[in-house]
């Protein structure tokens, strides 16, 4: 197969298990997407060991060597922009962008977020949806905006919360979840099938007024 022309920078503060499902998911070609840097504002964040293994070029600021949040993020851009990204990836990233950074690379930039947004944006959500006996929990693939968690949604994996249910099953769940649906959103994106247009996400040619669903079990 021919290298993908969709140059994709990762952004991670921690784990990166989702970075893995790239990673995983490019080696065997169930995705087509060049992964052309890690990039991370914890030196210590386990996706930067992640990508050095799978010998992807890895950068790391320190946010608290900048005054303010936009010179942060005009930093990382300077260092983004070296790879001359297509698509920025947010993978458990835990920064709040700028909106500098979110002009500087309009609409090419996906997070995902663990719930049905627009239900529970911010932190904490297994907890608040175990809190409130919500029936149904999973996870949001959305273009970044300005807005948190709050930009045009393309595609959510829906599960059910068992009974009794702990946080930390909850979030395992929605995890594995989360590996699926978000390479294959992204690479939606690589393979020119989804654009942001007009505020909106388009997929292909249409825009996507509500987000697909995927159910899982
Ligand atoms: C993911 O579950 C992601 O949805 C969440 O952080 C986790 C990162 O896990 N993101 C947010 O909460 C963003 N608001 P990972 O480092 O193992 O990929």
Known sequence: MSQSTCK????????????????DKCATGEIDLQL???????????????ARKAGIPTECLEHGDYPDR????????????????????????MRILSPWFVKHYEGRVLNIH??????YPGLDTHQRVLDAGEKWHGS?????TEE???GPRILQGRLAVNAGESAGTLCD????????????????????????????????GEPLSDPVVSEYP
């Open 148 to 150: 948190l968690d709050g």
């Open 8 to 23: 994709t920078a990762i952004l991670v503060s921690g784990s990166g298990s989702n970075l893995q499902s790239f990673i």
């Open 173 to 204: 769940r929605v995890q594995a979840i989360e590996h699926q649906i978000y390479p294959e959103a992204a690479n939606w994106f690589g393979q020119g099938r989804l654009e942001f247009r007009d505020g909106n996400a388009w997929l292909d």
């Open 70 to 93: 936009e010179s942060f993020d005009r930093g990382v851009a300077t260092v983004l922009d070296r790879y001359d990204p297509d698509l920025i990836v947010l993978a458990g990233f």
């Open 140 to 144: 949001t693939v959305h273009f970044v």
């Open 114 to 119: 663990p719930a049905l947004l627009p239900a």
């Open 36 to 50: 052309c840097v890690v990039f991370s504002n914890k030196p210590g964040a386990f996706g930067l060991e992640r």
